[in-house]
């Protein structure tokens, strides 16, 4: 079988780019080139998350105020 000539693959895009049309194949081209570029991106971090606020680590940032009809009460155990 061989290999296929620089011919063989003229005809194929020709092929694909009367299927799916030149609009519809620049769509899928710029999605990857997006998608690729969002992946390095996201390597480049290395997983750690700068803190964008200036309050220390720990910290919480907002307290939450809990519902004036909510009852706090204790469980106790049984002895």
Same mark, same amino acid.
């Given at each position: ?22 609009? *519809? ?9 997006? %998608?690729? +570029?969002?992946?390095? /991106? ?12 200036? *309050? ?9 105020? %809990?519902? +004036?009809?909510?009852? /706090? ?7």
């Amino acid at each position: 079988m061989g290999s296929f000539s620089i011919w063989h693959w003229l005809i194929v895009l020709l092929i694909v780019v009367m299927v799916f049309g030149t609009k *519809k194949l620049r769509n899928m081209g710029s999605d990857l080139g997006g %998608a690729v +570029k969002g992946f390095k /991106d996201g390597m480049k971090q290395d997983g750690s998350v700068a803190p964008t606020e200036d *309050k220390p680590a720990g910290q919480v940032a907002n307290a939450v105020v %809990a519902d +004036k009809n909510t009852i /706090d009460v204790e469980a106790k155990t049984k002895s």
